[in-house]
């Protein structure tokens, strides 16, 4: 074995529970539960051999994104979903020793991608009733600070950031000349997002993914929107052919039907009112979300309560080693009846 | 704008033209120009809803190909094609100022990716015909050396490394404790592959690629080969689901019809007949290559032949800028009929 450089010998391998999910119900990975819009199906079964053979070509995609969410096509850069969206902007900016500040818990790979860049990671901690830090974060913020991770609503907690408390947020880290990335995984749940600041903020990535409402995570993309300028420079370190066709045109399709994507989300709508309700009668603490996903405090018996789950075919993610989340499981939301069939199945596991 | 780290500003962008590619001959970028099987279409019309929603699962997959290439799954890490490949090494082992040592010209990615973390690069230059420098190559190696670059068959210049030199070289670096990274995208064209060898020296990294003559450029997928306590050193640095089920479905697929790559295999053999054999004719010199690609001297009047070449719809790409290759241009074999379809269109170009 040759040894890796000294940052990747301290870090803690990053091993997700990804296999033999298939034939379950799966609440553990904030994943759309159902599937993307049929349409994306017939579309794939149009591709031909030629597209599959050739180097992808994006210009047409890039052109409907920008169209989709309302900027120019200059302003993305496409990525192989957020795990290399996260890369990249750290690629780009990132010196050994620069600081990042996260916000924790949140999500792993901003983290371990940080170790990997040999940065400095200046954590800070949610409130423990799990609302966002806003005044601690202002106050973490310095001349120092070289990136800023914000995720919206956050993973696993769910948490919303106020729109005026991130407003604040980006003045101030404007001023700093810190980089402000905003991961909006679920931000088709929440209805809230931050594109419209690009034209005003050139300290601003906005994070955006088809792995959750549009229900592709198995094809894997994503996009960064932010200064034109900024892409650019993005453009020098990115793989220029790390988006795959199958995902392209997946998504393109997809883009096309927001009837579907709507329906969605009603549906997640209607299937949190059923898990909130469902959790309260049986007096398991939950926090509050704008995401498709809830963090829910089980008490001492919530890996034992994981386990019988998944005995009874129906995942959920253990988050109980995590910073305040002590006992706490995450349930995604997904339709009314998975809600009503994860109620009814806990209702069972806990003689009730 | 935020500026990006030093590094990063002095960088040339890489921007590989491809676009508008789909209705020409495409002879560019070494691509299988006929597509993969017939099978892989069908394969992808059976992925169901799920398969798109559900992030994707590796393990089986693993498996086949390491049955295929005969060796254990633990000696495999899967990745977005072989950028993601190199990527993912560099990250897991180079610190700032290590040095690089890669024989040039080469495929860009290598410099492109070194640059990013701030590698010192040492370039050794390939003869001026072409051939392989074996012995500048083992006196460059020293304690120094963190990570040397073989790309066998080359690209683009298509120059095989002997098997008695490669094998001296591995063993002289196994000694300097120097990582050595053969990419072998073109092996299935070469028949020589260096897998063998990872069983006796823990410092070999052989990236291959389902680019090439599989023909799935455009689905992203390939892997690195090494001793399996380097491959878990490398999954502490990978993205943990960096690799696209379509992908993964269409490489399983394509493994299965070894019948369709050893037809495809052969085409490519008959068209570097015809090509080699036609270029002689019309006094163009060619490099020999065991590739599926060829470099050929156009003289002074290269670039204008590529453009004229493109009117008439087929792309060659212009390596005139690189070290050695002045005047060059890089064809890519294709099936005998496209090798004689580039002939004669080279024939009118030029008159004769």
Chains 1, 2 share one sequence.
């Not at 905003?182 to 990535?205: C, P, R, V």
């Not at 409402?213 to 900024?230: E, H, Q, T, W």
């Not at 969605?264 to 009668?281: A, D, F, S, T």
């Amino acid at each position: 074995m040759i040894l890796p450089k000294k940052a990747v010998q301290e870090m803690e391998p990053y091993d997700p529970p990804l296999e033999g999910r298939r034939d379950k119900l799966r609440l553990d990975f904030s994943e759309n539960t159902v599937g993307p819009s049929p349409r994306v199906l017939k579309a794939l079964e149009k591709l031909n051999d030629n597209e599959f053979a050739c180097y992808p070509e994006y210009t047409k995609f890039i052109n409907k994104i920008a169209s989709n969410i309302n900027v120019s096509p200059q302003e993305i850069l496409l990525t192989n979903a957020s795990d290399e969206a996260i890369k990249v902007i750290y690629d780009t900016y990132i010196e050994k020793g620069d600081e990042i500040v996260i916000p924790i818990p949140t999500f792993t790979m901003f983290r371990v991608y940080a170790d990997i860049a040999e940065a400095k990671v200046k954590s800070v901690s949610y409130a423990k009733n799990l609302t966002f830090p806003t005044k601690k974060v202002l106050d973490a913020i310095t001349k120092k600070t070289k990136i800023l991770i914000l995720v919206n609503p956050n993973n696993p907690t769910g948490t919303p950031i106020e729109k005026k408390d991130l407003f604040k947020i980006v003045e101030k880290a404007a001023k700093t000349e810190t980089i402000v990335i905003i991961d909006e995984a679920y931000y088709q749940f929440s209805e809230e997002t931050a594109l419209g600041l690009i034209g005003k903020f050139d300290n601003l990535f906005i994070l955006q993914t088809f792995s959750k409402a549009y229900g592709l995570a198995g094809l894997r993309l994503g996009y960064i929107a932010s200064d034109p300028d900024n892409i650019k420079n993005l453009k020098r370190v990115a793989s220029p052919y790390s988006v795959n066709t199958a995902a392209m045109v997946a998504a393109s399709t997809a883009i096309d039907d927001q009837d579907y994507l709507k329906w969605y989300v009603g549906e997640v709508k209607k299937g949190k009112k059923v898990l909130e309700e469902g959790l309260k009668q049986l007096k398991i603490k939950t926090f509050p979300t704008t995401g498709n996903f809830l963090i829910a405090n089980f008490g001492k018996k919530a890996i034992e309560i994981k386990d019988q789950l998944k005995e009874k075919g129906i995942l959920v993610r253990d988050r109980s080693h995590l910073p305040l989340l002590k006992d706490c499981l995450r349930v995604s939301i997904g339709t009314s009846s998975q809600a009503k069939q994860f109620i009814q199945t806990l209702r069972e596991i806990l003689g009730k």
